[in-house]
Every structure is written in structure tokens, then in C-alpha cells.
């Protein structure tokens, strides 16, 4: 009987080492592998959901401002006086005898606020025109945060009561002390900006801030033009964005000449033809979304009283 052939060495041997798994050198280079490729992803997802942080940042700010300009623009155009120039003294708006009421009340027009009324009906059934008000808060910078920002507001305060229904009427519109809010704008860079560890109205160079409105104005009476007039607004009170322009502060009846026929005028609030409106947004994770317009008259005649708002 022929006995069974006795493995070879080499067969043990192979046997055993395969048996005992990696060596060091392959498990350092297996581990080596894996560190590149989680280095690797992490890299890419990182980047990944920085960018989709910064999209959504910039359609929220762009959301924000898109309707926004939309309303500002149609309550802008739609500006009207609250009542004829009146041939006797009232209180009011107006004052004096023959002193315009204009759409843009003095001591109202800023670079950072600015009241106007607009022909644009009332969600309150009212008639006349609404006082629509438009301003920025106090700007605050929050820790971590690169600029001051603050909230920009647009309010609609419907007419009361008192508007006049003809052209010979010495009556004012007085308007209601609640409103409604149209536009909410949060984290405009405009107003108040750090330059230098200072908070002030002035823009550093190259950095962000400036104003939101800028007004061009023309007297019906001269054939200047004066684009940006106004004067530097102001910064009252405490360093708040209030930007009142004094230039606005005052109206008075026009000069008249010898025959009574008007020179000049001396109301430059009634003399606004067109508002720039420059809003600046920084949302968190995305680039600044600034959105400007300019809103002209729709003629040199569009603004007056009509006895169609009383």
C-alpha cells in the first residue's frame, strides 16, 4: 500500500501567511489611502455647502429687495400734495398764505429718511392721500459681523380726516397716527459705517455705507438744473441716520415780479423731480446685494392737488 505524498513546505508555509493578515507596511499604506480620501471629501463638501450657504444668502437678500423696490417705486411715482396752495394761513404743513404744500413736507427730506404722501388710496377705505414714511433705524453691529447694519422700513398712514375736495378749500388732510408696514429691509449697510473704530455717516474709502436717498430738483421757474441738491445731511440725534437735508428745511412763496408772475421758487421741497433710492444689504455668507433705482415725476404737472384724492 503506497503511502500519501507529504505536503511540501512551501505549501505550509503559504498557508500560515495567509492566515496572519496585513503586514505594517500595507495597513500604513491602506490608512495613508483613506486619510487623502477623507481629506479629500471633506474638502469637497466643505466647499460644497459654503456655496450653497452663499446662494441661498444671496436669494434671501435679492427676495428682500426685488418686491421691495417695487412698492417704493410705485408709492415714489404716485406722489402727490396733501392740498392746493392755500390763499389764506392755516396750520399745518402749509402755513403761510400762498406757501405750496408740497409732496415732500420740509424739514422731512433726508438721506436716510424722508416722508412724502401718495396718491394711492387706502387699505382703510379713507379718502385723500397716504403720509408714507420711509427711514432707517440706528444701525448696530452685532460680534463677528465685518459692517454696522440696520432695518429700513417703508409705513403707509392712511388720511383721516379733513382733506379738501376743491381747489379753493382751506382745509388740510390729517392722517392717521397707526399705519400699515409695506417694506421690511433687514441688514442695510447704508447710514452709519466704522471708519477707523468710529461710527459715522462718512463712507471709509472703499468700504460700505452712503446714503439711500438723493433727490434731483428743478425750479419750474429757472432753467438751472440742479442735480443732488440739498446741502450735507445731518446726523441727529446721538449719530442716528436721520440725514436731514437743511437746504429742505423751509418753504415759502414763490418771488414774483412786478406783473405778479413767479421768478423763482422758494419751497425746494415742491422743486424734488426725481429720487435715487440706493439700498445695500449684507446677508451672512453672501456678497453685498445692492439694488439701485431712480424714480422721476411722471410730469412736471403729475404731483399737484387734485380734487379726485380728497
Same mark, same amino acid.
Given at each position: 500500500?503506497?503511502?500519501?505524498?507529504?505536503?511540501?513546505?512551501?505549501?505550509?508555509?503559504?498557508?500560515?501567511?495567509?492566515?496572519?493578515?496585513?503586514?505594517?507596511?500595507?495597513?500604513?499604506?491602506?490608512?495613508?489611502?483613506?486619510?487623502?480620501?477623507?481629506?479629500?471629501?471633506? &474638502?469637497?463638501?466643505? /466647499?460644497? !455647502?459654503?456655496?450653497?450657504?452663499? $446662494? *441661498?444668502?444671496?436669494? =434671501?437678500?435679492?427676495?428682500?429687495? +426685488?418686491?421691495?423696490?417695487?412698492?417704493?417705486?410705485?408709492?415714489?411715482?404716485?406722489?402727490?400734495?396733501?392740498?392746493?396752495?392755500?390763499?389764506?394761513?392755516?396750520?399745518?404743513?402749509?402755513?403761510?398764505?400762498?406757501?405750496?404744500?408740497?409732496?415732500?413736507?420740509?424739514?422731512?427730506?433726508?438721506?436716510?429718511?424722508?416722508?412724502?404722501?401718495?396718491?394711492?388710496?387706502?387699505?382703510?377705505?379713507?379718502?385723500?392721500?397716504?403720509?408714507?414714511?420711509?427711514?432707517?433705524?440706528?444701525?448696530?453691529?452685532?460680534?463677528?459681523?465685518?459692517?454696522?447694519?440696520?432695518?429700513?422700513?417703508?409705513?403707509?398712514?392712511?388720511?383721516?380726516?379733513?382733506?379738501?375736495?376743491?381747489?379753493?378749500?382751506?382745509?388740510?388732510?390729517?392722517? &392717521?397716527?397707526?399705519? /400699515?408696514? !409695506?417694506?421690511?429691509?433687514?441688514? $442695510? *449697510?447704508?447710514?452709519? =459705517?466704522?471708519?477707523?473704530?468710529? +461710527?459715522?455717516?462718512?463712507?471709509?474709502?472703499?468700504?460700505?455705507?452712503?446714503?439711500?436717498?438723493?433727490?434731483?430738483?428743478?425750479?419750474?421757474?429757472?432753467?438751472?438744473?440742479?442735480?443732488?441738491?440739498?446741502?450735507?445731511?445731518?446726523?441727529?440725534?446721538?449719530?442716528?441716520?436721520?440725514?436731514?437735508?437743511?437746504?429742505?428745511?423751509?418753504?415759502?412763496?414763490?418771488?414774483?415780479?412786478?406783473?405778479?408772475?413767479?421768478?423763482?421758487?422758494?419751497?425746494?421741497?415742491?422743486?424734488?423731480?426725481?429720487?435715487?433710492?440706493?439700498?445695500?444689504?449684507?446677508?451672512?455668507?453672501?456678497?453685498?446685494?445692492?439694488?439701485?433705482?431712480?424714480?422721476?415725476?411722471?410730469?412736471?404737472?403729475?404731483?399737484?392737488?387734485?380734487?379726485?384724492?380728497?
Amino acid at each position: 500500500m503506497t503511502a500519501a505524498p507529504r505536503p511540501s513546505r512551501w505549501s505550509d508555509e503559504h498557508r500560515r501567511r495567509g492566515d496572519d493578515g496585513l503586514t505594517l507596511v500595507e495597513l500604513m499604506v491602506a490608512f495613508t489611502a483613506l486619510l487623502v480620501l477623507f481629506g479629500l471629501m471633506g &474638502s469637497v463638501l466643505s /466647499t460644497y !455647502l459654503s456655496a450653497g450657504t452663499t $446662494v *441661498t444668502s444671496s436669494y =434671501t437678500a435679492t427676495d428682500q429687495l +426685488l418686491p421691495s423696490s417695487i412698492i417704493i417705486q410705485r408709492l415714489l411715482r404716485s406722489q402727490v400734495e396733501p392740498a392746493p396752495t392755500l390763499t389764506t394761513t392755516v396750520a399745518g404743513a402749509c402755513g403761510a398764505t400762498n406757501v405750496p404744500c408740497p409732496a415732500f413736507p420740509p424739514a422731512t427730506v433726508g438721506s436716510y429718511s424722508t416722508t412724502f404722501y401718495a396718491n394711492v388710496g387706502s387699505a382703510q377705505g379713507a379718502n385723500g392721500p397716504a403720509k408714507i414714511v420711509m427711514g432707517l433705524s440706528t444701525p448696530t453691529q452685532c460680534a463677528g459681523c465685518k459692517f454696522p447694519t440696520a432695518q429700513f422700513t417703508v409705513t403707509e398712514f392712511p388720511a383721516a380726516s379733513g382733506c379738501p375736495t376743491t381747489l379753493t378749500a382751506t382745509t388740510q388732510c390729517t392722517f &392717521s397716527a397707526s399705519g /400699515t408696514r !409695506l417694506v421690511t429691509v433687514n441688514n $442695510v *449697510t447704508n447710514g452709519l =459705517t466704522l471708519c477707523s473704530g468710529t +461710527l459715522t455717516l462718512s463712507p471709509c474709502p472703499g468700504g460700505v455705507g452712503g446714503p439711500i436717498f438723493t433727490y434731483n430738483t428743478l425750479d419750474p421757474y429757472s432753467a438751472t438744473y440742479t442735480p443732488n441738491a440739498g446741502g450735507t445731511p445731518s446726523a441727529t440725534p446721538a449719530g442716528a441716520p436721520s440725514g436731514i437735508l437743511p437746504n429742505f428745511a423751509t418753504c415759502a412763496a414763490p418771488t414774483t415780479n412786478g406783473n405778479g408772475d413767479p421768478t423763482s421758487s422758494n419751497c425746494p421741497a415742491d422743486t424734488i423731480q426725481s429720487v435715487q433710492v440706493d439700498l445695500q444689504v449684507q446677508v451672512q455668507g453672501a456678497p453685498m446685494q445692492e439694488n439701485s433705482f431712480s424714480v422721476y415725476r411722471l410730469s412736471s404737472s403729475s404731483y399737484l392737488y387734485s380734487t379726485l384724492v380728497g
